[in-house]
């Protein structure tokens, strides 16, 4: 994977989107076909033989890389999303976040027992919004379960990681970059 050619293309918002916050915008890397392309073939590389089945994308950055990892590993994707933004009936679960506390659901006929998933978001800061998808998928009793993000923050007070390894196993989890600045 080309380290460098990400690092270049990443974005650094200061005091968003409250002061003190340095948010990591992946969306210049959505915009440039060469990081793109760069993401999904690091992350197929990772997760080609281990039978995944769905990949969940959490609103709204998860969806735009999980949807193409999906098509690439001939897998189906859903949608973890904020509340109300799903049409049929969903479970839903509360989580805390570095500036707050959020909602997110999944409709209720998403996973089956037979599947093998992949939760993928772009950023892992404290491991609030990977938590919660993490246990909506556990309702559903598939076969297995991996995590992944864009990007891993391990920046003073941020322990995500540390958090997410406890309950969901250090072996399941993956991250393409760490910025610890």
Not at 152 to 177: N, P, Q, S
Request: with cysteine; charged share 25%.
């Amino acid at each position: 994977m080309n380290k460098e050619l990400l690092l270049r293309h990443l974005r650094n918002v200061p005091d968003f989107p409250l002061k003190g916050i340095q948010f990591k915008d992946v969306s210049t890397w959505f915009k440039n076909a060469e990081c793109l392309t760069e993401l999904v073939n690091a992350l197929y590389d990772i997760y080609k033989d281990k039978g995944i089945t769905k990949v969940v994308g959490i609103e709204s950055r998860g969806f735009v890389v999980g949807a193409a990892l999906a098509l690439r590993l001939g897998a189906g994707f859903v949608m973890c999303r904020k509340p109300g933004k799903l049409p049929a009936a969903t479970h839903k679960m509360a989580y805390g976040k570095e500036y707050g506390t959020d909602t997110i659901e999944i409709h209720d006929d998403a996973i089956t027992p037979d599947d093998v998933v992949l939760i993928h978001d772009d950023l892992l800061a404290t491991g609030g919004s990977m938590r919660a998808a993490y246990d909506l998928v556990r309702l559903f009793e598939p076969k297995d379960i991996y995590v992944n993000f864009l990007i891993e923050l391990r920046m003073e007070g941020l322990k995500g990681h540390d958090y997410l390894a406890h309950f969901i196993g250090e072996e399941r989890m993956t991250a393409l970059l760490t910025l610890t600045e």
